[in-house]
């Protein structure tokens, strides 16, 4: 019986515990990472660069961004973005985030994700 109890509660131990190693954080800021096909030159990626710029620029949470063309690989656009602080804006970087994921869907020939970071490395 004892046995029994024991592995029943494990069960439950096991169901009851969070699985996340360490839960998002609001830091402030998005990294947004976008790539465009392979038979795309620099200039069309540019291109796209400045139509993700109006994308921030309809977020009035957006303190600041920069982007790096052509980084990490010859297709691909790296960008940081910086929120206001907590009290100058209403929503948390976790609910901005899939507005702005939303937002860059609609560039066209340009297949992005916005990811909130995590704390540990």
């Known amino acids: 019986a004892i046995w029994?109890?024991?592995?029943?509660?494990?069960?439950?131990?096991?169901?009851?515990?969070?699985?996340?190693?360490?839960?998002?954080?609001?830091?402030?800021?998005?990294?947004?990472?976008?790539s465009a096909p392979d038979s795309t030159n620099n200039q069309f990626l540019r291109e796209n660069s400045k139509r993700l710029n109006a994308v921030y620029k309809k977020f009035p949470a957006i303190e600041s961004y920069n982007y790096i063309v052509?980084?990490?690989t010859e297709h691909q656009v790296l960008s940081f973005v910086r929120l206001k602080p907590w009290g100058d804006r209403e929503l948390s970087s976790l609910q901005l985030q899939p507005m702005l994921q939303h937002q860059i869907n609609s560039i066209?020939?340009?297949?992005?994700?916005?990811?909130v970071p995590s704390v540990l490395p």
């Open 4 to 34: 029994f109890l024991a592995i029943i509660g494990c069960i439950y131990f096991y169901h009851s515990t969070p699985k996340e190693l360490e839960p998002k954080d609001d830091e402030g800021f998005f990294q947004v990472i976008g």
């Open 108 to 115: 066209p020939g340009l297949q992005a994700v916005a990811i």
């Open 70 to 72: 052509s980084i990490p």
